[in-house]
């Protein structure tokens, strides 16, 4: 699903500081953003996207990205287990 304004609802983030980073790329740049069910956007993986939206910005060049490039810092979201 391609990131908009209008669908961060429906979107998993680790935080706020996250869902801040994103919400900005997504309201102020050109870029592409695509994210995948059930992945929780980390604020590693927010920050790059973030940093390199805003380079792509201002050098007027195109920024697409998508969340399977960031494995790593994009995590699958846990299934819910009590405390022992």
Known sequence: MKLTRNNLNEVLFENQDARLLIEDVVSHT???IYYYHDVEITLQAALKIWNRANEAEQN???Y???FLDFKGESRPRAAWCPAL
Do not use: N
């Open 60 to 62: 007027e060049a195109p």
């Open 30 to 32: 050109q870029a592409g």
């Open 64 to 66: 697409h990205a998508s």
